[in-house]
């Protein structure tokens, strides 16, 4: 387990977790690229199997030897103690291949046929894909309720039979509606018998804007292929969890399914950490600029953005939960879906892409591409219209962007 420091994030990001000596005297971490490593000795040998298998435990300052890269890397231990520092309250990280990668290893950890999840909606769909096409026919049930609703994620709790886990991606894509974190550890703790684990799915405002760990949360969740990687080049996922105990047994998990993060995309993701709060910081505020200037654009019916918010409770839980507003926003067009189609044809700096986070922006529309799998009602419940179109703002000059989205829009 890595030491605690007193430095700052900024600081401890670049300094931490990384030992030149053990990379030939390089300033930045060499790729190992083995799948499996030579023993000290057979007592080392054994030793690390009597501990990988839980038949014993490390020791203070005990060096372990590495075994064989499906459980365990270099490049992973590099970048999961240097993540450390960007999700304050965390014991430990666990990289893996994908976001959905990280989601799901996290909840087989905990998760058993005969337990029950709560989960919010609006959800990234293969998350709800994940919940409803595989976890419940294997005998876990999913129930569902609506992201934002505090008084329906309570009465949920309450009434849940043998609940395990309460997963929360908030704020929700695409309308960026907001769910009251702490609101939720709170009343998970009424839970009689063990407390449910709450998971938040971090990836739209953290680890710059949002800190579920401090808010009372067990784990955070990322796809680090958004915000972390943040240059649209790498597929990943990282689990930040508070109790060492579950730390290990996702761990555990990973080693059975063999879906830790690989060395090369290990090194490329560490070496965008030192940079992600500069990246989020700029994207957010390019995103305020032009979400709040499109705000009155006669073409848009409405604009989703925490700064837009008019709803009371979504306005508190964004001033009480978030630091900044973050590089997403959706704009509903008032010309439906023609209108929606015409403006991503004629954009010219910006690239009709799904996924977000990158340093270039990227715009997309939710009902026919990441939301298609719904209903029609569910789509319109949730606000995803004909017309809406989700934009992930990059580092751009923000007037450049605004020019683009405006000639964009005469076409809508
Ligand atoms: C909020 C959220 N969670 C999880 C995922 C899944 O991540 P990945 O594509 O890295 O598996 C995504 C992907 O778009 C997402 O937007």
Known sequence: MPEPTSLHPETDVLTRGFDPQLSVGSARPAVFRSSTYVFSSPEAAERAFDLMGGRAQRTADENVDLVYSRFNHPN?????????????????????????????????????????LIYTIPIYGGTQTLIQGFLQPFGITGIAVQAGDGGAIDRAISAAKNLRVILIETPANPTVIMTDIGRACRTAESVAGERPVVMI??????????????????????????????Y??????????????????????????????????????????????????????????????????????RVYYPTLFEDAEQKRIYEEQCQHPGGLFSIDLKGGKRAAFEMLRRLKLARNAVSLGGVETLA????????????????????????????????EDWQDLLADFEQALEHA
Not at 209 to 228: I, N
Not at 369 to 394: F, N, Y
Request: glycine share 10%; with cysteine; proline share 6%.
């Open 76 to 116: 992973a231990q590099i970048l999961e103690d240097q993540i450390l520092p960007l999700e304050p309250g965390a014991a430990g990280a666990v990289a893996f291949n994908s976001g959905m990668a990280a989601i799901m290893t996290a909840l087989l950890a905990v998760l058993q046929p005969g337990d029950s």
């Open 201 to 230: 799915d971090n990836t739209f405002l953290g680890p710059a804007f949002q800190h579920p760990l401090l808010l009372g949360a067990d784990v955070s969740l990322y796809s680090a292929t958004k915000y972390l990687g943040g």
């Open 232 to 301: 649209s080049d790498i597929i990943g996922g990282v689990a930040l969890v508070r109790d060492p105990g579950l730390l290990a047994k996702i761990r555990s998990k990973r080693s059975l399914f063999g879906n830790i993060l690989q060395p090369d995309e290990c090194w490329i993701l560490n070496t965008r950490l030192p940079t992600v709060a500069l990246r989020m910081n700029r994207q957010s505020k390019n995103a305020q600029r032009i979400a709040e200037s499109l705000n009155d654009h006669p073409k848009v019916q």
């Open 364 to 395: 997309c529309h939710p009902r026919s591409t990441t939301h298609s799998a719904w209903s029609a009602k569910d789509l319109d419940e949730a606000g995803i219209g004909e017309g809406l179109v989700r934009i992930s703002c990059g580092i």
